[in-house]
């Protein structure tokens, strides 16, 4: 069962219009001369409504983390509009950008390089409820780090430890711990189970539903893992080389993927069946991702794309609606639409439960409670999103 869909009607909480960041390539020592230019996100668009969860995924450079970062205002954006309830945000400094910290968080994808092995977790996290005086008593700070922990699914007395001393998923939920303390709107998770073992992934990414549905927080989630973003996001956009080419409701951009590049990149995930798997007929693209320093003219994906003409090589597609709540940027697909002999199959299917083994096999009796659960049913660990 997929989570509750907000509101239609609801005003968008976060609007970002043509965002760019683009970092400069200087040489000599010095007096630096720039030369060229890294186009890490070069004009992204997509809305996010409150109580939303909107995935973001792409392969690794395509410039997920640096959007990200450009909506925490941890990077100044070199161009474009980041609207929090209708406020810019891109070009806030001083009070105003310290009082946007209070609504938007993040959670990191290393939860030990993220946290000060000098601090204990206690300090890590009262230390923005110290910094943005919330909370002045000492007494009523260390209350709410323990009720944080609880929130958290953590023992209190973990306030005394230092972060060296607890596991990989216990120090993601401090950090998780640490983004819910200033109470905010809106978190940015950045690949936040990415470092994870799986069974450890399944337990963070129930935290997250749990502490969306509590609190109404909207989420943009960043991620590489396709089954884990199916299995929280209502809505999927698809990144490559800083722009976003797919845009869709979740089930439908993963039944019914139009752009070449969202074909290849879902057809890529491996089918845990040993017997679909074999009979599936699968070409990955060809040739290299091209340098986000010279990008190629027009649609970025041309030299790689199986459905590319010359006109592809000219002018630069805009994500256009192909149907309802459904965006592509390629001109060269149109609904309804033939899928191309590269992608193989229509999608990761549906994760339906198997009727459980027998018990002589060793197989763990399957829990269908609408969860991510654990399975040893195929001789190997593998994650099953079971979908609510």
């Known amino acids: 069962m997929k989570p509750a869909e907000p509101a239609a009607s609801s005003a968008p909480l976060l609007e970002v219009k043509g965002l760019r960041k683009h970092f400069p390539i200087s040489e000599g020592l010095l007096i630096g001369r720039k030369i060229g230019e890294v186009k890490a996100v070069d004009g992204v668009d997509f809305t996010i409504r409150r109580g939303e969860t909107l995935g973001l995924v792409g392969e690794s450079g ?27 945000i891109a070009t806030l400094k001083g009070r105003p950008l310290l009082e946007l910290r209070r609504r938007i968080q993040v959670i990191f994808q290393d939860p030990y390089s993220s946290l000060n092995p000098r601090m204990k977790v206690g300090q890590i996290i009262a230390e923005p409820i110290r910094a943005h005086g919330i909370e002045r008593d000492r007494a009523r700070r260390a209350a709410r780090v323990h009720e944080l922990l609880s929130v958290c699914d953590l023992d209190p007395a973990f306030a005394d430890r230092y972060p060296h001393e607890m596991s ?21 998770c950045d690949e936040a189970v990415s470092a994870l073992d799986v069974s450890i992934q399944a337990q963070i990414i129930n935290l997250l539903e749990d502490l969306r549905e509590r609190f109404h927080l909207t989420y943009l989630f960043i991620a590489h893992d396709l089954s884990v973003v199916r299995h929280i996001c209502h809505r999927v956009a698809v990144m490559y080389l800083g722009r976003i080419v797919e845009l869709a409701d979740c089930d439908q951009l993963f039944d019914n993927p139009q752009h070449p590049y969202t074909q290849a990149l879902l057809a890529a995930v491996p089918v845990p069946d040993p017997e679909v798997e074999r009979r599936r007929a699968f070409r990955p693209l060809v040739g290299e991702v091209p340098s986000t320093i010279n990008p190629p003219s027009g649609c970025t994906f041309h030299p790689r794309c199986p459905i590319a003409v010359s006109a592809c090589r000219q002018a630069r597609p805009e994500l256009r609606e192909l149907r309802p709540r459904h965006w592509v940027a390629c001109g060269q697909v149109d609904w309804p639409f033939e899928r191309h002999e590269f992608a193989g199959i229509r999608s990761p299917p549906k994760r339906a439960v198997p009727p459980p083994p027998n018990k002589e096999a060793g197989t763990q009796q399957h829990e ?4 991510i659960r654990w399975d040893r049913g195929l001789g ?5 999103l079971l979908r609510r």
């Open 380 to 384: 190997c660990r593998r994650l099953v």
């Open 62 to 88: 395509c410039g997920k983390t640096t959007t990200g970062r450009c909506i925490l205002r941890l990077e100044r954006p070199t161009a474009g509009e980041i609207r929090y309830n209708g406020l810019d």
């Open 368 to 371: 269908q409670n609408g969860r």
């Open 168 to 188: 990989g998923g216990q120090r993601q939920r401090v950090g998780i711990a640490r983004a819910l303390a200033l109470e905010p709107e809106f978190i940015v």
